[in-house]
């Protein structure tokens, strides 16, 4: 492993959490990202949803505007656009999150 882009490693780690729906375990792994890289968006927005599918919408609500400060224009159509590229069909449960934490369309 590379010590350089030792937070990469996290983000796969946080898919497999999410995908587990074990979202509280997700959560620090998320944390810990963005503490590491804090101008990456991706583990944001694993944050938000792990924080819509617990029913903890106030939290995602902020992590929604911390993210925006990040990149203003970041958007759930911009969002899906990006997964288009990486899997065959976008991941409708986080951009169901995302609509429902404040991000706009």
Do not use: M
């Not at 890289?37 to 599918?53: K, M, V």
């Amino acid at each position: 492993l590379n010590p350089n882009y030792r937070g990469r490693y996290l983000g796969p780690l946080q898919v497999s959490y999410i995908y587990l729906k074990r979202y509280n375990d997700a959560i620090p792994v998320c944390k810990k990202q963005i503490k590491l890289e804090p101008g990456l968006f991706w583990p944001y927005l694993n944050l938000i949803q792990c924080y819509i599918a617990l029913n903890r919408e106030k939290e995602a609500h902020e992590v929604v505007a911390e993210v925006l400060k990040i990149n203003p224009k970041l958007s759930v159509k911009y969002v899906a656009k990006l997964l288009s590229r990486i899997e065959k069909v976008p991941d409708e449960n986080l951009l169901e999150a995302l609509r429902k934490a404040g991000l706009p369309e």
